[in-house]
């Protein structure tokens, strides 16, 4: 590794958690259809406007030990999660897959799947307003990578999609159209033949979580489980190791 990418990679960490305060801002706005850049940024309960000082990523919320500097009131957890987690993402992604284009487009998505994961935890939607973009905005991204990664990223859409609205289209309520609609972003993400395993780890994880929770009673057996948790990790572990794991299953047959 040369000095300069270590040097990208150290960046990546602040530049990611500076990016994970406007993420939250994504979380926290979106769902509601309110705009990302007024007002600025203020206690949901108290409408103080926020001090400039007490905006530092995760510092600021360790310092105000995770609450309201003038009511009080609890700023949840989720904003200091999302904050550690867009700071290492970056740099995680990085030094394990090299400071190239690819990888990048990696951490990228990752954030990207990042928010809408909360988004869906949060309030069980897959909003059409940020799926939309990131799906256009993908498609030149990859033309942008090597002519291997563009047509697999192509193939890789359709197998999503395909794999995704047949259950949807078989049995009603088993997939969300929500889901559906974010399948051809995770196919470009992945690429093929890693989209196969994107979904189908997405299933597994999702059904060994679900069983859990059934059997531990905590969902009832009518309980919406959010997916997309499930696909963004499916995908992310496409996206990181899918090649090595593809070579390994193909070498067993
Ligand atoms: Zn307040």
Redesign the pocket.
Known sequence: MTTSDLMVIVFSLFFGAVIGSFLNVVIDRVPQEQSLVTPPSH?P????RIRRRDLIPIFSYLHLRGR??????RIPIRVLIVEIASAVTPPMILATQGVTPVAFFTVACALVLLVLSVIDLEHGIVPPIIVLPITVAAVPAVMLLPPAEWKSALLGAAVTTGLLLLPALLRAGAIGWGDVKLAPFLGLASGYPQAFLAILSAFIMGGIIATTLLALHIVGRKTPIPFVPFLAAGTLVAMLWGKPIVHWYSGIF
């Open positions: 206690c309960s108290c409408n103080t309201c500097q003038s009511c009080g009131s």
